[in-house]
């Protein structure tokens, strides 16, 4: 009689120590489960509200006298008969405006004006080796066969046209070392109505998104010592064989389970 006291507590000790610990798992995957929800709800917020900023200064820039006077100077002779200037000094005023924009925005590496005539740049800023710089007319490139060309070639007056992020490219090669950027792009026309080229920025993703880190905690704050001195963090407990995961997809519960069990080993 004894002995099947002594099997029944252990029976029940060991069901009891079972369902609290398959209790602590869920609540610490719903505790993780809502930190990456409202990080990712965090992440988009900052990643919309950049975008908008980076669109307005776009828009500012394509105000700027020098954007409408270059296309007047060019239907002209290469004079702008409204201003009386002339094309070369409405590039070089433009040219001066780049530079100081780029200078006070680090996440900006070019800015330019690109005609549709010829699909080559008609002036050119850049970042490059830590020195900001308008280039010579002999260093500006032909650009008519890339995809935002062809995409900010077609659009209607004061459309905004914003490219996925895609690694740069100068003289058809991949730039190394490798740079992620984003492009957004505004058309110019002339007074005429005429269509001249457009103006487009080109923003280094790896620096815009930067502060992106103050949204993303460290992984492991959110695991306590004792947790992870559970054995749900074990590899025993939480492995999941790379055959599971070929035969079925990887769901949120699964994805967390390999989340935390990296964290716990």
């Known amino acids: 009689m004894l002995g099947f ?15 609290f ?18 990080q990712t709800s965090e992440i988009e917020g900052f990643t919309q509200r950049q975008a908008v900023q980076y669109a307005d200064n776009l828009k500012f820039l394509h105000a700027t006298p020098s954007v409408s006077g270059i296309p007047r100077a060019t239907e002209n002779a290469g004079v702008d008969p409204k201003e009386n200037t002339s094309f070369t000094l409405w590039k070089k005023r433009l040219e001066t405006i780049f530079i100081a924009f780029i200078e006070n925005n680090e996440e900006v590496d070019q800015l330019r004006i690109i005609s549709i005539g010829d699909g080559k740049e008609v002036l050119r800023v850049e970042r490059s080796g830590g020195k900001i710089s308008a280039l010579a007319d002999r260093e500006l490139q032909v650009k008519s066969t890339r995809d935002y060309y062809k995409e900010s070639a077609q659009l209607s007056r004061n459309e905004l046209y914003m490219s996925g992020i895609s690694l740069n490219r100068e003289y058809g090669k991949v730039e190394y070392p490798y740079k992620p950027v984003l492009r957004l792009s505004l058309p110019i026309f002339s007074e005429t109505g005429r269509r001249y080229g457009f103006i487009i920025m080109n923003i280094n993703t790896s620096i815009a998104l930067a502060g992106m880190t103050e949204f993303v905690s460290s992984p492991s704050s959110c695991i306590s010592p004792m947790m992870k001195a559970s054995s749900f963090y074990t590899l025993k407990n939480v492995l999941i064989s790379a055959k599971t995961l070929r035969q079925k997809p990887l769901g949120k519960r699964n994805f967390l389970l390999l989340f935390l069990k990296v964290l716990g080993t």
Not at 5 to 19: D, M, N
């Open 5 to 19: 006291a002594v099997v029944g507590a252990i029976l029940v000790t060991v069901l009891v120590a079972f369902l």
């Open 21 to 38: 610990e398959s209790n602590l798992s869920q609540s610490v995957l719903d505790d993780v489960s809502s930190q990456l929800n409202h």
